[in-house]
């Protein structure tokens, strides 16, 4: 069973980054770390249940109600810089912010 | 051997420890003074209050001393040179503040060696740092009068003024305290970076920038030698220590310098050397010292003729063991000092400017110095440091005290015949002009007196030299004094209507110093009752002074007795020399008569034997030209080679540069890559069994 | 007993907590109309701190057992968590100093919070002995500074550096996170503890068991996701941007506080293979980030004119440094001297502190100055300073020089001090590794020595060149105190570096010796607090 939900947290985490990675719109950016995140309680979850010597502790259910509010935080964080960078370029594309750069 | 330990003295040893702390406490207010632009009216306050509570603890620490020190069962002397390195009985007690410096590895045996801030107590500490503190003090207070322009109001730079005079005798308080030879070198170099700052004071004067500029240079040339021969004492001495012994403590350096090689103690002697010629302004080295009178006076006073100069003739006694094993290099000592004394005292015959005719006369004065150590009498030559302090001090700030009120004219051809302007000023130049000429029962009468002694026992001719040597100071000395004070009144323009003597806190410390220049002397005789073994009846040399010193300089071991014949000679010298420049410059004639009596001699004098432009010819011009092929080589050459050096780099800089493009997608796409690779190479690893 | 288990942990954290409710005090003055209550946030953060100061030093005369040796579970205040809560509290002061006009008078309060938020964050994460707890340390250090660069400035470029710094973080932090989840994984809990230590190491020695791969991408990803937080190669792409998109004081406080809890977080996740650093795929990754850290680093620097920039990149160099000491490890060997010779963490500790001074010394100074009304950020606006603001000018070649690791400046003994160890390392190591030691010290050597050329220019810029139009400092005291501190406190380092030495080395003592496994009852007091921080942001 373990091995069956580490897959599925490591592919939600996978996709995640590779959607940060490819995608360019800033909320649907941010969202792919939320992927990334829920990969990661998925595994913790996972891990609390079914531990590897058959002892379970509740450790990885509260740290994955911690990453959850973290999460949030980070949303609010997030979505407070999406509005003020929208206001001043009126987009979310993400490539257009390159004031600062070497190049 | 016994080592009674110190138990017994007046103060804690952690409070002496602080001494060298006040001056920077009061620079830093000094300084913080400056950044809040507070009047400068005040600014002397907290480094005069500084060094005034140096002063105290250092007086208090040179009377405290003697009962804080290790005492030896035996206080016998050790007359052998050999003999002395190789029974080498620590005369002090090496203070440790804190460790600084972890110089072990945890994995030798040698796991606990340090370059601690450790501050060494013995006899020439204790001398040192008296003096030192006291002349400062003295120098300081004058100041405050004489960095002032006629209307009373300071000068511009006032405040810097005290604030660098506090560094200076905070670093060297640190290099007379340090015990080790790291810390003697970083209050070597600071006082030296003082000594650059202070010449250049007026760095808007180009020949003072010049001379703060020769100044510096002059003496990296002497420092880089004495640099090498600290690197090599840690080489040569390292190797022996164990651990928890510090290998460059003088403790630890001097008990073990015995089991190096005659041909490594010569080497490292010979080094050290070469830092004490420049910091001492000894030939070939000298050459800093008189262009150095560019500063203001009370700096020449203090640094250039009081303490600082005197650091490496401090050094070469501190370092007496060592020197003391390489015969060689005391004969370098001496004939170099023989060569400076004579060479400077005969250029001070033929100068005008006054500040520079004391300037000769102290590389004259050092070289006595030097002669001292290099006859195996540093107890004679630390002797002549501590009264000269006091009179050349005082002539120095008698002639700054000239200079003021002359509106900054020093050249003796501007103006003669002070005696009813400068009354004070007169008396103090004369006691302190008799005290360096050597007259007898003056503070310089003894020291001197000593060292022509100890250079008659080391060679005759040497003694012979350094005999004729004391009657030209005599002679110049009392040329300066009658061309200034004698004959007719005559003032510079510069002067104004009405030239007066200078104020009481100028003249104050002058009295001290003249006090310390008459009677600094006899803490290093002996009175007696003895009418046959002695001097006039009853001053007999050699006394507290030299008991004091006695276990710090144990290597030259006692001077020889009797010789005191070459007293009622010396003193009939100085008193002739004294008597020829009276006849001939009693009445301050306009034209010179040496100029016309010696002509082409006196020409070669008067341009000090065209050493400076020798010096230009040989090395400055050279090295210059040098310099320019350096610079060119510079420009095209090394730029270029750097320019290829670090082509890949920059290649590689430019290339890391196209991902810093800003993107947030690329940065991430990066940080992905990294990882994903970084894995990949775990997995790679393993597989590989790594 | 869960109650008495309870108040001792409380009093343990009053420095931090005090730090948190001074936290929210400012926040709420930010909304005061007065504008003089509102002026008033600096001197109330800095008095916080202070405060806290006074506690950790002198709580214990009030009864207040500040860092009682350990709280069950979560928590533990051994030497490491004494070194992270004094350099953070002092630091702190600096900093709180250096940033005192920043931004604008209505965000000030929102400024000052974040920053208080932060270093209680940092100071957490020297007690951690928890992957949870340790995980909402870092982030308590980390969101903060997002703000804190979005806030410090008006105009678009604060703003895109924040959006840049949060997303990347945002995903270096889930990076770590899922690392923590594996680790989680394999040790069966969240503690960091003894028998941890142990599943660990047996995981990572038995290539067969079900454990291994687990734990070594548990433990890959999490050391990496850290590496974001001290700007090291590969996540160090963003450091640039946000320093010069930030203002000055803020790009000082970033070169400190998420370095050192990166660092000391990385120590805990490495203490978790029991130092095994100098063998093994571990030694390899760490050689290579170190490697291409310093040389990344100083390359990049070497093209900038733009001092900010420059600063940045050079911070990846060090971080490059720091992982040579890391690799070294704690004492390598048995015999205890009072220096730091042979004792990598320490070092390393030592450096990061160092490090931080120097670096917000420099950026201080480049708050201060003005060129035209613009903040100074290249070479040519710091020409020629010596002539006009010695003290400045002064200040600024120390701070470079110090930063270059010229002797005798406190740089310099932790160069020396990291590579020293480094090389006592190589002595226990295999003979294959003792030489890619030798190697990897010579390299960081070489890159010292490039790193010369581009501090160096600043140096000239500053002292030797002319400038027909010198930066103006700004007059403010505040902040000038602060350059004047970091100043006087390198100083006192390099001629008395001893009791921040000591204080290291009493920081790397217990890294060898994981905390014992106690019983997890008092979790949920843990818990309780970390709540209580956590939740204090408002977002």
């Given amino acids: 069973m373990l091995v069956a939900y580490l897959l599925v947290g490591a592919a939600l985490f996978a996709l995640g980054l590779i959607g940060f990675v490819t995608r360019r719109n800033l909320i649907i950016m941010f969202l792919c770390t939320e992927l990334m995140f829920q990969g990661i309680v998925v595994n913790l979850v996972a891990f609390g249940r079914y531990p590897l010597d058959g002892n379970p502790t509740l450790d990885g259910q509260v740290f994955s109600l911690f990453l959850l509010a973290v999460a949030a935080a980070e949303a609010a964080l997030g979505l407070a810089l999406v509005v003020l960078l929208y206001r001043y370029k009126g987009t979310l594309d993400a490539s257009v912010w390159k004031l600062l750069k070497d190049v | 051997m016994l080592l009674a330990q110190a138990s017994t003295s007046l103060l804690p040893v952690d409070l002496y420890a602080t001494l060298p702390f006040w001056p920077l406490l009061g620079a830093i207010f000094t300084g913080i003074m400056i950044a809040l632009r507070l009047k400068a009216e005040r600014a002397f306050w907290p480094v005069v209050l500084g060094v005034g509570v140096s002063a105290v603890l250092g007086v208090i620490l040179f009377f405290d001393l003697p009962g804080m020190l290790p005492h030896k069962a035996d206080a016998g002397v050790t007359g052998h040179v050999a003999e002395a390195a190789h029974e080498y009985h620590d005369p002090g007690f090496t203070h440790t503040i804190y460790n600084w410096i972890s110089l072990g590895d945890e994995n030798s045996l040698k796991h606990d060696q340090w370059i601690s801030v450790n501050f060494y107590f013995d006899g020439l500490t204790g001398i040192m740092i008296a003096f030192v503190t006291v002349v400062s003090l003295m120098v300081m207070i004058y100041s405050i009068g004489y960095m002032r322009d006629h209307h009373g109001h300071p000068e511009r730079g006032y405040e810097r003024f005290f604030a660098f005079m506090g560094i200076f005798v905070f670093s060297m308080a640190m290099l007379v305290f340090a015990g080790n030879f790291v810390l003697l070198y970083l209050g070597w170099e600071l006082v030296g970076l003082c000594s650059y700052l202070l010449i250049g004071f007026y760095y808007k004067k180009p020949s003072a920038a010049a001379a703060a500029k020769k100044a510096f240079i002059v003496n990296r040339i002497g420092d880089f030698g004495f640099a090498l021969g600290i690197f090599a004492l840690y080489m040569f001495i390292r190797p022996l220590t164990h651990s928890g012994e510090n290998p460059l403590d003088y403790a630890v350096v001097f008990h073990y310098i015995g089991e190096l090689s005659q041909g490594k103690i010569t080497l490292v002697a010979l080094l050290l050397l070469c830092g004490a010629l420049g910091k001492s302004a000894q030939f070939p080295l000298y050459v800093w010292l008189p262009d150095a009178m560019e500063g203001p006076s009370p700096v020449s006073a203090l640094i250039h003729a009081a303490t600082m100069v005197t650091a490496g003739i401090y050094m070469i006694a501190r370092c007496g063991p060592i020197f003391a094993a390489s015969q060689t290099a005391l004969n370098v000592i001496v004939v170099l000092g023989v060569i400076g004394a004579m060479l400077a005292a005969t250029m001070a015959m033929a100068q005008y400017d006054m500040k520079r005719i004391l300037a000769y006369s102290t590389i004259s004065q050092l070289a006595y110095m030097f002669v001292a150590l290099g006859c195996s009498t540093p107890a004679s030559g630390v002797f002549h440091v501590f009264t000269h302090a006091f009179f050349k001090a005082l002539l120095f700030l008698c002639a700054g005290s000239i200079m003021l009120q002359m509106g900054h004219i020093i050249d003796l051809r501007r103006f003669s015949g002070l005696r009813n302007i400068l009354p004070h000023t007169k008396r103090l130049m004369l006691i302190g002009c008799l005290s360096l000429a050597g007259f007898p029962l003056l503070a310089g009468f003894w020291s001197k007196d000593e060292i022509v002694h100890a250079s008659f026992v080391y060679h005759p001719i040497v003694g012979a030299l350094m005999l004729i040597t004391a009657g030209m100071t005599a002679y110049y000395t009392f040329r300066m004094y009658f061309l200034c004070f004698h004959g007719p009144l005559r003032l510079p323009k510069e002067a104004g209507d009405h030239p007066r003597e200078s104020p009481p806190v100028m003249i104050a410390p002058l009295y001290v110093l003249a006090l310390g220049a008459i009677v600094a002397g006899y803490v290093g005789v002996t009175f007696t009752m003895l009418m046959g073994d002695s001097f006039l009846g009853f001053l007999k040399p050699h006394g507290y002074f030299h008991h004091y010193l006695h276990a710090s300089t144990v290597v030259g071991g006692e001077q020889h007795g009797g010789g005191l014949w070459l007293m009622y000679v010396s003193s009939a010298i100085a008193i002739a020399g004294i008597w020829l420049a009276w006849v001939r410059y009693g009445d301050a004639p306009v034209e010179d008569p040496d100029k016309a009596a010696l002509g082409g001699l006196w020409r070669l004098w008067n341009a000090k034997y065209y050493l400076d432009e020798l010096y230009d010819r040989l090395f400055v011009r050279p090295l210059r030209g040098l310099g320019r092929f350096f610079f060119a080589t510079d420009n095209n050459g090394i730029d270029g080679l750097i320019w290829v050096v670090t082509a890949v780099p920059r290649a590689m800089g430019g290339g890391l540069r196209l991902l810093q493009n800003g993107a947030l997608q690329g940065y991430a796409l990066g940080m992905v890559i990294g990882l994903t690779v970084i894995v990949l190479l775990w997995r790679w690893l393993e597989i590989n069994g790594a | ?539």
């Fill in chain 3, 1 to 539: 007993m869960p109650s008495a288990a309870f108040a001792i942990s409380i009093t343990s954290l009053v420095p931090e907590l005090i730090l948190a409710a001074v936290g929210c005090v400012v926040l709420l003055m930010t909304q005061a109309k007065s504008g003089s209550v509102r002026r008033a946030v600096p001197g109330i953060t800095l008095s916080g701190i202070v405060l806290a100061i006074l506690i950790l030093r002198f709580g214990h005369l009030l009864g207040i057992s500040v860092g009682a040796d350990s709280i069950n579970g979560g928590l533990v205040f051994d030497g490491l968590a004494g070194f992270v809560r004094v350099s953070a509290l002092i630091l702190g002061v600096l900093i709180v100093l250096v940033s005192w006009v920043q931004p604008a008078d209505e965000e000030r309060g929102e400024f000052f919070s974040m920053m208080l938020f932060s270093l209680a964050g940092l100071m957490l994460v020297g007690p951690s002995a928890d992957l949870i707890v340790l995980f909402l340390a870092l982030e308590l250090v980390s969101i903060p500074t997002y703000i804190m660069v979005a806030l410090s400035r008006p105009g678009p470029r604060p703003l895109e550096s924040a959006t840049k710094y949060f997303y990347l973080g945002a995903m270096a932090a889930a990076i770590t996170a899922f690392g923590f989840s594996y680790l989680y994984g394999v040790t069966g809990g969240a503690a960091l503890d003894a028998g941890a230590v142990d599943r660990i190491v047996d995981a990572l020695r038995d290539p067969d068991s079900p454990a291994h791969n687990l734990a070594t991408i548990g433990l890959l990803l999490s050391v990496v996701g850290l590496l974001f937080k001290i700007a090291a190669v590969p996540l160090h792409f963003y450091i640039a941007d946000v320093y010069q998109g930030a203002a000055s004081p803020v790009a000082g406080l970033l070169g400190f506080v998420p370095k050192l809890a990166g660092i000391v977080a990385i120590f805990k996740i490495i203490s978790l293979t029991g130092w095994a650093t100098t063998e093994g795929a571990l030694f390899w990754i760490l050689w290579i980030v170190a490697v291409l850290s310093m040389t990344i680093g100083n390359v990049l620097a070497l093209r900038q004119t733009n001092i900010k920039r420059m600063l940045a990149y050079s911070g990846i160099a060090h971080s490059g440094y720091m992982l040579v000491g890391i690799l070294a490890g704690p004492i390598v060997a048995g015999e205890r001297a009072e220096s730091i010779m042979g004792d990598g963490t320490a070092a390393v500790l030592y450096y990061v502190v160092i490090y931080g001074i120097a670096n917000l010394g420099a950026f201080a100074l480049l708050g201060l100055l003005r060129v035209r009304g613009r903040p100074c950020e290249t070479l040519r606006d710091v020409a020629g300073l010596l002539r006009y603001y010695p003290s400045i000018a002064l200040l600024m070649a120390l701070s470079m020089f110090t930063l270059m690791g010229m002797p005798p400046t406190p740089g310099f003994w932790g160069k020396l001090s990291i590579f020293g160890s480094a090389l006592a390392a190589a002595e226990f190591a295999p003979a294959l590794y003792h030489d890619w030691i030798i190697a990897l010290v010579i390299i960081a050597v070489l890159n010292s020595a490039l790193a010369a050329a581009y501090y160096l220019r600043v140096i000239a810029a500053v002292l030797l060149f002319e400038s027909d139009e010198p930066a103006e400092p700004t007059p403010r005291e505040a902040p000038m105190i602060g350059a004047l501190l970091c100043g006087f406190l390198l100083l006192v380092f390099a001629f008395y570096p001893k009791p921040l030495m000591r204080l290291g080395r009493d920081a790397s003592d217990r890294l060898l010796v994981p905390p014992p496994t106690v019983q997890v009852e008092s979790t949920s007091a843990i818990v309780a607090e970390a709540t209580l921080l956590d939740e204090s942001p408002p977002f």
